[in-house]
Structure formats: structure tokens, C-alpha cells
């Protein structure tokens, strides 16, 4: 399939609405697949030094 300008390759012959939305979400998706480990991983070993500065102070 071949473009015969920029605007035709992001109108997609008329379907582009739903070729970049499915983009978006797909990107969407692989982004919180990546960021919510991490962010959770964070957040466990926050948990954990918070929870070692306790038993020590007792």
C-alpha cells in the first residue's frame, strides 16, 4: 500500500481513527505492562526498610 502523501499515511484511507487508536492503546498497555512492576517493586522494598527501622527501634 503506498501513500501519495503524508496526510494520506495518518488518514489511512479513511480507517486511520481507528489504526492509530489501536496503536495508542497497545502502546498504552506495554507502557503499564513495563511501569507497574517497577512501581510496585519500589514500593515493597520502601515497605520493607520502613518495617527494618521498626524492629530495630524496639
Same mark, same amino acid.
Given at each position: 500500500? =503506498?501513500?501519495? =502523501?503524508?496526510?494520506?499515511?495518518? #488518514?489511512? !484511507?479513511?480507517? !486511520?481513527?481507528?489504526?492509530?487508536? #489501536?496503536? !495508542?492503546? =497497545?502502546?498504552?498497555?506495554? !507502557?503499564?505492562?513495563? #511501569?507497574?512492576?517497577?512501581? #510496585?517493586?519500589?514500593?515493597?522494598?520502601?515497605?520493607?526498610a520502613?518495617?527494618?527501622?521498626?524492629?530495630?527501634?524496639?
Amino acid at each position: 500500500m =503506498s501513500f501519495s =502523501s503524508f496526510s494520506d499515511f495518518f #488518514a489511512m !484511507g479513511n480507517h !486511520g481513527l481507528y489504526v492509530w487508536t #489501536a496503536y !495508542g492503546v =497497545s502502546l498504552a498497555v506495554l !507502557g503499564l505492562n513495563l #511501569a507497574l512492576p517497577l512501581v #510496585a517493586r519500589r514500593r515493597y522494598l520502601q515497605d520493607e526498610a520502613r518495617r527494618l527501622r521498626r524492629e530495630e527501634n524496639k
